[in-house]
């Protein structure tokens, strides 16, 4: 079309055709002179008129350029910033990367040992806890007390027991004899054998004088020796001490504790530092593009001032 128009309106001036065919007149009538260094008229009126458009499509182009200018600098700035967060997130990244794979090669040093996981250990304590409690119950009506009293009076003994054996085994775990027999330690630790010991023995008491009274061996209708009954009651719950001390024993490791615990803050760490750099690459990639589009406009827009200058 504009090479339509440039060639076949007859009635600009600045036409293609019009132009050849001044060019003709003059070159017949010798305008300019071959030796002149001077334009003729209408080479200087092409001139100024080339001039002119220039000039307005520079200012054209100007004026629409400072917008365009201003989203460019504004996204390159914007990109600056994300360079510099993107550099210290990637650095802490990196840091619980290494962080995180060294507790989990330590962890897996100790893979293969005899350990109870803390949820098994959890499950065993919770299953003596609940048997204690029925199995002291019985007893614990001797004292006449109130059917809540004797439930609460079991459940106290059911919740020391399996405590007692659960400071023991952490204890054991420290060796705390290697330092002398006068340690804090090793006092505590003989503490926590013997009062859990004292305690099995009172209960057993208790129930050698529950099923020595008439009343229950009538009731129940069995004629058993009350001592072999008690000392049937401490084994059981010697076994269950010594299950639970054990239990301790085997899942209170200090050298394992402390790299599981290492090794959950690292793991929690690192899923932490894994979102804020995610997000600050996503920031940044968004800036990257904002910034890519804007330059592409500003070119896009200066190519068409271009080609407008040059036609």
Known sequence: MDFVYRHFKPWSRYSNRYAQRR?????????PPPDAEEFADYEMELKNLADENIRRIGAAWAREDRILKKDYCQSLSEFEVSKRDAAPARAAYEQIVSEHREA?????KHYGKIQLSPFIYTIIMAIIIVGEIPLNAVVFRIFGEAEVMTYVISLALAV?????AHA?????????????VLTTESIFTVFTMVMPLLGIMAVAYVRQKYFESPTVQAASGIRA????????????????FTVAALASYLTHDPVIDNWRKKLRLATRDLQIRQRRFAEVQERQGRVVSRLERAKAERQNKFDEKKREAEE
């Open 104 to 108: 989990t090669e330590e962890m897996g």
């Open 23 to 31: 060019g003709r007149k003059d070159g017949a009538k010798n305008i």
């Open 225 to 240: 020796d009350p001592a072999a009954v008690t000392l049937v009651f401490v084994i059981i719950n010697l076994l269950i």
């Open 168 to 180: 023991l085994g952490m204890l054991l775990r420290k060796e705390p004899f290697k330092q002398g």
């Open 160 to 164: 020391g027991l399996p405590f007692g």
